[in-house]
């Protein structure tokens, strides 16, 4: 009686299934690499596509290799959209070769030279976290909506709409987070990670940054990357530093360890959310929740330990 219970659910939630992508199936079909790349599309087509990111919640994108249903997802799209500047790392020539015979729209591409940061581990490539300046952001989002319109130009005063509403939203952050990281004082604030995810944030909203690792998790960060950024902490009298959700603790956590060893506190905080969202139902579920959560996790922690306004001698 039991199976018997078992198979009628089976039954009905593979039936369930159909029946959702029954109704999907005459959609356009957009699949995105990233989750912060598809939040962007489904903010600018709303229900006019069926989007669907490749990588889950908490992925490297920088360490992703495709996997056959990957694969699936990019011949089954209408338009595959992703960001580019080499941040999709093992999968750039999976869309490149994609790309020749397929619709696809590279994000990064569509952004002029000078506005990027060169990078400073590889000639001739650039940081690929361009969304941590969210004025540098809305532009690619515009240029995306573009993009989008070039090839459904019948959805033209839809899209037009929703950016406008982006458009808002997006400014209205940019504003946030450069008055609230203006509320910490440049005098002893660093900005610490477990990988150069921030630069375009620093330059943006004028905070020192330094990562442990380079703009890339492919390698891993050696005894010399710990020891000196150990020698850094303990001479601008930084108190805490911050992990990442999608790239593991583990070299930070040496990085505190060798602080201790030499008499100097660090408080681990974070996680900063860099290269994924975080959980759907979360408050960094999205990529506005995404930027207020590390901005309000950075200037508290940092505002927490400044120490410019103590008293003289205290």
Same mark, same amino acid.
């Given at each position: +009686?039991?199976?018997?219970?078992?198979?009628?659910?089976?039954?009905?939630?593979?039936?369930?299934?159909?029946? /959702? &992508?029954?109704?999907?199936?005459?959609?356009?079909?957009? =699949?995105? =690499?990233?989750?912060? +790349?598809?939040?962007?599309?489904?903010?600018?087509?709303?229900?006019?596509?069926?989007?669907?990111?490749? +990588?889950?919640?908490?992925?490297?994108?920088?360490?992703?290799?495709?996997?056959?249903?990957?694969?699936?997802?990019?011949?089954?799209?209408?338009?595959?959209?992703?960001?580019?500047?080499?941040?999709?790392?093992?999968?750039?020539?999976?869309?490149?070769?994609?790309?020749?015979?397929?619709?696809?729209?590279?994000?990064?591409?569509?952004?002029?030279?000078?506005?990027?940061?060169?990078?400073?581990?590889?000639? *001739?490539?650039?940081?690929?976290?361009?969304?941590?300046?969210?004025?540098?952001?809305?532009?690619?989002?515009? *240029?995306?909506?573009? /993009?989008?319109?070039?090839?459904?130009?019948?959805?033209?005063? $839809?899209?037009?709409? &929703?950016?406008?509403?982006?458009?808002?939203?997006?400014?209205?952050?940019?504003? $946030?987070?450069?008055?609230?990281?203006?509320?910490?004082? *440049?005098?002893?604030?660093?900005?610490?990670?477990?990988?150069?995810?921030?630069? $375009?944030?620093?330059?943006? $909203?004028?905070?020192?940054?330094?990562?442990?690792?380079?703009?890339?998790?492919?390698?891993?960060?050696?005894?010399?990357?710990?020891?000196?950024?150990?020698?850094?902490?303990? /001479?601008?009298?930084?108190?805490?530093?911050?992990? /990442?959700?999608?790239?593991?603790?583990?070299?930070?956590?040496?990085?505190?360890?060798?602080?201790?060893?030499?008499?100097?506190?660090?408080?681990?905080?974070?996680?900063?959310?860099?290269?994924?969202?975080?959980?759907?139902?979360?408050?960094?579920?999205?990529?506005?929740?995404?930027?207020?959560?590390?901005?309000?996790?950075?200037?508290?922690?940092?505002?927490?330990?400044? =120490?410019? *306004?103590?008293?003289?001698?205290?």
């Amino acid at each position: +009686m039991k199976t018997r219970i078992w198979l009628l659910v089976g039954l009905a939630f593979l039936t369930a299934c159909k029946f /959702e &992508n029954d109704e999907d199936k005459n959609k356009f079909h957009i =699949t995105a =690499t990233t989750n912060i +790349m598809a939040d962007g599309v489904r903010a600018l087509v709303g229900d006019s596509a069926v989007v669907t990111p490749i +990588m889950a919640v908490g992925v490297d994108p920088h360490l992703y290799k495709a996997s056959q249903r990957d694969l699936d997802l990019l011949f089954e799209a209408d338009l595959v959209v992703y960001h580019g500047l080499h941040l999709e790392g093992k999968m750039v020539q999976v869309l490149h070769k994609f790309s020749r015979t397929h619709p696809v729209v590279d994000v990064g591409a569509t952004l002029p030279p000078t506005l990027l940061i060169a990078s400073p581990d590889y000639a *001739n490539t650039v940081d690929p976290h361009i969304w941590f300046d969210v004025h540098l952001w809305s532009i690619a989002m515009r *240029n995306l909506k573009d /993009e989008i319109i070039e090839r459904k130009p019948e959805w033209e005063p $839809y899209v037009n709409a &929703n950016w406008e509403k982006l458009n808002a939203q997006l400014n209205e952050l940019d504003q $946030y987070t450069a008055q609230k990281v203006k509320s910490i004082t *440049n005098q002893g604030q660093v900005l610490i990670t477990a990988h150069d995810a921030f630069s $375009y944030f620093g330059k943006a $909203y004028q905070i020192e940054v330094k990562g442990l690792q380079g703009l890339s998790t492919l390698s891993e960060p050696g005894l010399n990357d710990v020891s000196s950024l150990v020698s850094f902490i303990i /001479e601008k009298d930084i108190k805490a530093i911050f992990i /990442e959700q999608s790239i593991s603790p583990r070299a930070i956590k040496a990085v505190i360890e060798g602080c201790r060893r030499r008499g100097h506190q660090v408080t681990l905080a974070g996680p900063l959310y860099t290269d994924s969202l975080g959980d759907p139902k979360g408050s960094a579920g999205t990529y506005v929740g995404m930027v207020k959560t590390n901005v309000d996790e950075i200037v508290s922690n940092l505002k927490q330990h400044d =120490t410019t *306004n103590r008293e003289p001698g205290s």
